[in-house]
């Protein structure tokens, strides 16, 4: 009798911990669940992190980390022909269509800032800039001083964009901006003199310069308005996708699997030119990866 009671009650739990599962999905995986489909933003021109290759494909180091995570919701939904919608979104409307629900995870060069965990939640941090800016060798300028009654280009929808208003608060620099609508744009505006500096994550000033036809043109100061945390962005109260995230992003990185993508994308010819930004990882990104976490600044 008591063998019986005790089998009934496994079944009993079992059947329980089914139905509880199967009402346990909430956010973003119950909405993958139901559709069938993941939508992954990326950005057009977010070198090495997130851009279009020759193919007008979407590449790069972030995107590569999100393809790991939807790999992991496939295996934890048990969904393998799940469909994976590639959105392009921008810097001004990247938060919009996360929050509105067209995109599910983007993984471009967001900063992970406070201000912004106010509307949406993050990963782990899988890169740190620095806040700079790049100018023509030929111009003359050696710092952010001598940017003083000049124009300058930066991104729409960045965290550039506050800073360099702050700078101009704090130093007494008077400069006037002119915004791009993505770092092509914005770094376009530099090459054909319409500004004297561009202004942004010195990563993506590094990228852009690789790219352009005449590289050796180009220089980034040697200042920096701040240091700035890059991660995944997610929506906000949605604890089950984030820890899936957290997981499968943490994992990649205390598995050592981390260091061998970076030198994929940072030290090695990437496309669609096969040139190499030779962008050495530095110590406190080792220690980001050493131990994972989604602090912003």
């Known amino acids: 009798m008591k ?14 911990a089914t139905g509880a599962q199967a009402q346990e ?21 977010s070198v090495p ?18 393809l790991r995570v939807v790999d992991a919701v496939k295996s934890e939904l048990k969904l393998p022909n799940l469909k994976v919608k590639m959105q392009p979104v921008t810097s001004s409307n990247r938060i919009p269509l996360l929050q509105n629900g067209t995109v599910d995870i983007e993984c471009g060069s967001t900063t992970n800032s406070v201000e912004r965990q106010k ?39 960045t965290t550039s964009v506050p ?4 700078y101009e608060k704090s130093k007494t620099v008077d400069v006037k901006e002119i915004y791009g609508k993505d770092h092509a744009e914005s770094f376009l505006l530099l090459v054909d003199d319409r500004v004297s500096a561009f202004v942004m994550d010195d990563i993506l ?21 701040r240091t700035e945390p890059y991660g995944p962005m997610l929506r906000k109260d949605d604890p089950q996708f984030k820890a899936l995230v957290d997981k499968t992003i ?8 981390i260091e061998k993508l970076y030198a994929k994308w940072f ?29 912003g600044i």
């Open 3 to 16: 063998f019986k009671s005790t089998v009934m009650a496994i079944v009993a739990a079992s059947v329980c």
């Open 163 to 166: 800073l360099i208003k702050q």
């Open 25 to 45: 999905l909430t956010g973003t995986l119950k909405k993958i669940k139901e559709t069938g489909e993941i939508s992954v933003a990326y950005r057009e021109s």
């Open 267 to 295: 030290t090695s010819p990437i496309p669609p030119r096969n040139v190499n930004l030779n962008f050495p990882l530095s110590p406190e990104l080792k220690e980001a990866f050493a131990n994972p976490n989604d602090k």
């Open 250 to 257: 943490g994992d990649i990185m205390k598995s050592g699997e």
């Open 49 to 66: 992190f997130s851009y279009l290759d020759d193919k007008q494909q979407p590449v790069g180091y972030a995107t590569e980390l999100c």
């Open 119 to 157: 509307q949406v939640s993050f990963g782990p941090t899988y890169f740190i800039i620095h806040v700079s800016a790049v100018v023509k060798k030929s111009s003359g300028i050696k710092s952010f001083a001598d940017l003083n009654g000049k124009t300058v280009s930066s991104t729409s929808g």
């Open 205 to 225: 000033l590094a990228g852009q310069i690789a790219n352009a036809k005449a590289p050796g043109d180009y220089m980034i100061l040697g200042e920096s308005l």
